[in-house]
């Protein structure tokens, strides 16, 4: 009754199997893994400004995970519409990103090349542009530079 | 006697070959290279500082979906909690499931996590 695992060890995690109450609306979750989510973050920062914003600033009135949950499915849905947009827009040069991402360690650096046809696929259809937040004024923002120092050894 | 023509002249000067650029020469040029290695360096610590930025924003724009999801995880688990407890308490009169220990609004992390 009070657990659905026997008390003996056990050789798989814990699963709470206790469905959400009924009066909260379902959301589907985002499901996509860390290399999209990486290669989409400065894009949904941007898309997705106003329910980031919104979300952060109601769980800085409380930590309570039952406080937020209104403002936490927008961000989700959101950043879902994000992904599907980015999906039907700029598939291609979306998956050789993430997919240079998942092999150089997740290095934005290392992967320049994809990152820029898919920078300027994102601003042509979808009109977002990448900025990167408190970078020094009158310099080439660093996802810019032509020849950086820091850059993969193969060409 | 000498011979015909006179003696071989002798050899007192000093005789060291060239040997490569002089001390000036090699000081200036090890100068130059660590000057136009310390320039690079200097670049690349700037360039490092913001790759570290874009690293660190990418991460920032990503919390409020993982925090979303965490949330309602975290939810539905402590409504699960909750019920199993007013189960097991049902006997005892005026016990109230799910409350803090604390005399405060606060909210605070389960400290009891059931598996």
């Not at chain 2, 999801?69 to 006997?91: F, L, N, S, V």
């Amino acid at each position: 009754m009070t657990s659905s695992q026997s008390g003996s060890l056990s050789t798989h995690a814990y699963q709470d199997s206790t469905p959400m109450p009924a009066d909260v609306p379902k959301v589907a979750e985002i499901g996509v893994t860390s290399a999209p989510l990486k290669s989409a973050a400065f894009f949904l920062g941007a898309y997705c400004k106003e329910f980031n914003d919104d979300f952060m600033l109601c769980k800085n009135e409380s930590r309570d995970p039952g406080h937020c949950l209104k403002e936490g499915r927008r961000v989700t849905r959101c950043a879902t519409d994000l992904i599907t947009k980015m999906r039907e827009n700029c598939l291609q040069q979306f998956e050789s990103h993430w997919e240079c991402l998942e092999r150089n360690n997740q290095e934005y650096h290392l992967c320049r090349k994809p990152e820029r046809t898919l920078n300027s696929c994102m601003f042509e259809k979808l009109g977002l542009t990448k900025t990167i937040p408190g970078s020094p004024a009158g310099k080439l923002p660093i996802h810019e530079v032509q020849n950086p120092i820091y850059k993969g050894i193969q060409k | 006697m000498p011979p015909t023509g006179g003696f071989e002249s002798l050899k007192y000067k000093r005789n060291l070959p060239y040997k490569g650029p002089g001390a000036y020469v090699l000081l200036g040029g090890v100068t130059a290279i660590c000057a136009y290695g310390f320039y690079r360096l200097g670049k690349g610590n700037l360039e490092r500082r913001e790759l570290q930025r874009e690293k660190v924003w990418s991460r920032i724009h990503l919390v409020p979906l993982f925090l979303a999801e965490g949330d309602r995880d975290m939810y539905r688990r402590q409504q699960a909690a909750i019920a199993r407890e007013k189960e097991i308490m049902k006997d005892v009169p005026g016990w109230e499931a799910g409350k803090s220990v604390y005399n405060s609004s606060k909210y605070r992390s389960p400290e009891i996590v059931i598996l």
